[in-house]
Structure formats: structure tokens, C-alpha cells
């Protein structure tokens, strides 16, 4: 049984849209049960191609899990992801077969994933960090991997890094490399799971700046954050997660600078006061 | 720290300098005062209890090293089939597969549980009598490798569990299949964190060959214990052989201590000169 996807109103096209595009992101009615733990109680998400999405909320609200569960890294309890036409329903029960793990990889082809904890592999050199999924998963020649990877690192500026190990850059300049490493891949939409919160204050801002050139560039991307100056800067649309649920949709105008929701209202002026803004 | 420093802070620092360089130079010397007054007290023991014969050594001495290349193939064969043994030991260990993991720790609990000398033993007395019969040398091989085995596929195991989960998550969501991750990303990373651990048990290893000497396998120590024991010269013959075994896990522990130093910047630094 398939839930029907429904866009809600608050979820019509952001500005960088053009008018009658199918969404390349459709999640639906999300569930997830850690234990007896009702994490999440039935997310529903869409994205149009271009666009950059914000999920807001307090830690612990679900927001890293609904990420997770959108390239299946979390199994969900309930619900369907379709990114850019692969379609994946939840099986919490069953050990998925062959077809099955395979379609989780094809739809994991079409959106990158950027964690927290940069997750480079250490025992290869940035460059050797950006062509190993393109070489091995894409079966690409080396020389065509290396040209699309060195394009990458220009991007995020770190193409004099490229023979370099992880461990000799900085939080900032890892950060940006996994950022490339996702990029080399050519997904239809990057996921970020709180990009800088395991960032020295001093270095959130080069990544920033990456993130925000690609939003211009117009990658659509869903983000996770704690950032709200970025999220009112750089999204298109803001999800405000509470307790398992996304309470408040819309652009950032709105939920950021003049929430609807009460929940959003209280979040927003303790992070508010938090941050002596 | 203050960038301008007076002259007395200078000389300060320097009489710090020298008074470290002192205390430990002192220490260096009554650590080495310390092994040569026991090495020289041994010596001294052996030569007023025992009456060295050096025509004796002389016979017999090449012929304990001549067992030299015969411990040190054991030693090389067995640890080679026990890491074998031990990657397809931690392999059944993590499956997820019901039967390979009951298997996999069954021989884990089982050759860990028996001890080795048993092990040598079973195989070469015990077997024939279900129609397998060993000869020495294979005995010994198959015994080391089996029990080693079961002991390095904890290792293995805890070296594949110790490399970050992050690690297998990153690879998953870049699209690889759950080989091709074990493969590219998470083998060699736990390569790297066992390697020490199998350096260690080949020294080990050089020193259990050892128990071969039971089944009638010539080397170093069945070749002292033949030597000695006609002419109950025992003493020597055994001395020599530790003193064998002894400067093989010296120089065996050097290279390994190398190895791992190499291993250590590999993933740490740059491998081309700055």
C-alpha cells in the first residue's frame, strides 16, 4: 500500500522554481520508532530542483533522523522517499533482498550526503577521497574521476590540498572536502546532516560560503543546521521540526522572522536570547 | 610566553637543559649498570657450576643453528595460514549469517580453549588412529596456524569493529555496496590498526614454534635438548638455544617496531618530502 504524496500549500515553489516543475524530493508520512521512542510521527517533505531547504528545531526534535532516513543510512518504520524517481518504501521488518539494497544505492546515487563528523577516509589522500565512489560504485575511469574530483576542489577551494591526508587539514578544510567528495558524485540533491556544528566557531564560515555558492549556483540541497542567520540568508523554504512533526512551513521570512506557530515562537526567541542577537 | 626575555631567564633555561641532560644520563647509566651486572653475575654462575666444554660447544653449537631456518619457517608458514584463518574467523564472527558466525566461534572458543601443546599433540598421536597421519613438520604447521588463528580472529574482529561506524555510512551513502566498502574502506583502515598485534604474535609465534620439538620437528630447541642430553651437557646446549631465541624476537620486535612507526605516518603525513 503506497501513501498518497501530497504537496501542501506551504510548500509551493520557492522563487528559484520555474512554474509547473515536478519536485525531485518527495517524502511521505516518515515514521521512525527508536524502541518505544516515537521519533518520528509522519514527515512529509518536498523539494523542487533548485531549491535549498532548511530543517530547524532543538536538538533531539528528529531532524538529523528524518535526514537519515531520506538515503535509508536510518531505516524508517513507515512511509516512502522518491528522489528523482526512485521510489523506496519503508520495510522495518524484512532484511531487504538484492533488488531491494540495490534500489537503496540508486537512490543514494541521486542525493549526497555531508555529515557532522566529515567522515573522510583516512587512509586516502583528498583527491583519492573524491575519486573512490566515482571509480568504484561508477566504475569511471581514473583520469575522467580525477578531472571531475579537481573541478570540485576548485570549488570549494581546496585544489592545493589535493595530495594532502585528512588529518593534516583543518575541521573547515575537511568539511569542504567532504562537501567535494559529495559534489564528484553529481547527485540531484546533497544532504546535510548539521554541517558545522562539530566546527571550530573560527571555521563555520568558509563552509558556509561553499554551502551558499552552491545554493546560488542553484544545487538543491536539504539542510540540517543550527545556523538560523544562514537558513534566513541562504533557504528557500524552513522546516521547523518539533517533537517528531514539522509544525511550522514556509520561507524563512516567515518562520524565522515572524512565526506562525507557537513552538516555532519559543524556539526561535531561546535560540534568540542564547545567541545574544 | 613573553618574546623578550632577559639575560638570566636565558641562562636559566639553559642550566634547566643541562640539569635534564644530567639526570637523565645518569639514569641511562644506571639502567645499563643494571643489565650488565646481571648478565655478568649469569655468566659467572654458568662458569663456576658448570665445566665448559668448548670442544663440546664447538661440535655441537652449529648444529643448534641449523635449527635456526627450520623455527623460522615454521614460524613464517604457521603465520601466514593464521591470518588467513583469522580474516576468515573475524569475517564469521561479524556475519550477520547464523551458521558462518556459530562456525567462526566455535573454533574461536574451542582452539582458544585447548592449549597449544595438546593441539601438537592430538594431531600427531591422536589422528591416526581416525586414519590421518601427519607427519612432524605439518603437524606442527597445522597446529600453530589453527590455534594462532583462533587468537588473531579476535583480533581481526576487534580491528574491523574499531574502525568507525562514520567510516561505513559515509561509504553506504556515496552508493557502495556493502563489499565494496568492506574492501576499499573499512579492510584497510583495520589493516592498519591490527598490524601490530599480528608483529606481536609472530614473535610469539617464534617462541611457541618451539613445542614442535615434541613431534620430533629438528629445530632449535629439539636440536639443544639432542645435543645436551647424552652427555647431560643440558645446561649449555639449552642456554645456547635461548640465547637463539632470544635474538631472534630481539631483532624480529626491531623490525616490527619499525613497521609500525611506517604505519603510523602513513595516514598521519604527507609520504613525499614537504
Redesign the interface.
Known amino acids: 500500500m503506497t501513501v498518497q504524496h501530497v504537496i501542501s500549500p506551504a510548500e509551493v515553489p520557492g522563487h528559484l522554481v520555474k512554474p509547473g516543475a515536478e519536485p525531485i524530493v518527495k517524502a511521505t508520512a516518515i515514521e521512525k520508532h527508536f524502541d518505544d521512542h516515537h521519533v518520528l510521527r509522519g514527515c512529509s517533505m518536498t523539494v523542487f530542483p533548485g531549491e535549498t531547504v532548511t530543517i530547524l528545531g532543538r536538538s533531539g526534535s528528529g531532524k538529523s533522523t528524518f535526514l537519515r532516513c531520506l538515503n535509508f543510512l536510518e531505516e524508517p518504520t513507515a512511509g516512502v522517499v522518491d528522489i528523482a524517481g526512485v521510489v523506496v518504501e519503508a520495510q522495518p521488518l524484512r532484511r531487504r533482498d538484492r533488488a531491494g539494497q540495490a534500489r537503496i544505492r540508486q537512490l543514494r546515487l541521486h542525493a549526497g550526503m555531508v555529515f557532522q563528523e566529515f567522515n573522510l577516509f583516512p587512509h586516502l589522500s583528498v583527491i583519492g577521497n573524491l575519486v573512490e565512489a566515482p571509480i568504484h560504485v561508477k566504475g569511471m575511469n581514473k583520469r575522467d574521476a580525477t578531472e571531475r574530483a579537481e573541478i570540485n576542489l576548485v570549488k570549494v577551494g581546496l585544489i592545493e590540498k589535493r595530495d594532502e591526508y585528512p588529518s593534516r587539514l583543518s575541521g573547515g578544510q575537511r568539511q569542504r572536502v567532504a562537501i567535494a567528495r559529495a559534489l564528484t558524485m553529481e547527485p540531484d540533491v546533497l544532504l546535510f546532516d548539521e554541517p558545522t556544528s562539530a566546527l571550530d566557531p573560527s571555521l563555520v564560515g568558509e563552509v558556509l560560503k561553499v554551502m551558499e555558492s552552491l545554493a546560488h549556483e542553484g544545487r538543491t540541497m536539504i539542510i540540517v543546521t543550527h545556523e538560523m542567520a544562514f537558513a534566513r540568508e541562504a533557504a528557500d523554504r524552513v522546516y521547523f521540526m518539533d517533537e517528531g512533526l514539522f509544525a511550522e512551513i514556509g520561507p524563512p521570512e516567515q518562520v524565522i522572522s515572524n512565526p506562525q506557530d507557537e513552538r516555532t515562537r519559543t524556539f526561535l526567541s531561546r535560540f534568540l536570547q542564547g545567541s545574544s542577537a | 610566553m613573553s618574546l623578550a626575555m632577559d639575560t638570566s631567564n636565558e641562562n636559566l633555561v639553559a642550566d634547566i637543559a643541562r640539569a635534564q641532560e644530567r639526570r637523565s644520563r645518569s639514569w641511562r647509566t644506571k639502567f645499563l649498570v643494571t643489565w650488565a651486572v646481571i648478565v655478568v653475575a649469569l655468566v659467572a654462575f654458568i662458569l663456576v657450576t658448570v665445566n665448559v666444554d668448548s670442544v663440546f660447544l664447538q661440535k655441537w653449537i652449529p648444529f643448534i643453528l641449523a635449527g635456526i631456518p627450520v623455527t623460522l619457517f615454521l614460524a613464517v608458514t604457521s603465520i601466514f595460514f593464521a591470518t588467513i584463518l583469522a580474516a576468515l574467523g573475524a569475517l564469521g564472527r561479524l556475519s550477520r549469517n547464523p551458521y558462518l558466525n556459530g562456525i567462526a566461534s566455535f573454533y574461536v572458543s574451542f582452539f582458544r580453549g585447548t592449549p597449544l601443546l595438546l593441539q601438537i599433540l592430538f594431531i600427531f598421536l591422536a589422528l591416526p588412529q581416525a586414519g590421518i597421519v601427519l607427519p612432524a613438520v605439518p603437524t606442527a604447521i597445522v597446529a600453530l596456524s589453527l590455534n594462532y588463528g583462533s587468537y588473531m580472529t579476535e583480533v581481526f574482529r576487534s580491528g574491523i569493529e574499531a574502525v ?1 561506524h ?2 561505513t ?9 556493502s563489499r ?1 566498502t568492506f574492501r ?2 573499512v579492510a ?2 583495520a589493516f ?1 590498526i591490527v598490524t601490530p598485534a599480528v608483529g606481536n604474535d609472530f614473535v610469539a609465534m617464534i617462541k611457541d614454534s618451539s613445542l614442535a620439538s615434541v613431534v620430533g620437528v629438528q629445530e632449535i630447541l629439539w636440536r639443544a635438548q639432542t645435543a645436551g642430553r647424552p652427555t647431560f651437557q643440558s645446561m649449555q646446549t639449552l642456554l645456547v638455544a635461548a640465547f637463539i631465541y632470544w635474538v631472534l624476537t630481539i631483532i624480529f620486535s626491531l623490525f616490527q617496531g619499525r613497521l609500525e612507526k611506517r604505519m603510523a605516518t ?5 609520504r ?1 618530502a614537504q
Do not use: F, H, K, N
Open positions: 568507525p562514520g567510516q555510512e559515509a561509504a553506504e551513502s556515496l552508493g557502495m555496496t565494496t576499499r574502506i584497510p583502515q592498519r602513513g595516514d598521519r603525513t604527507q613525499r
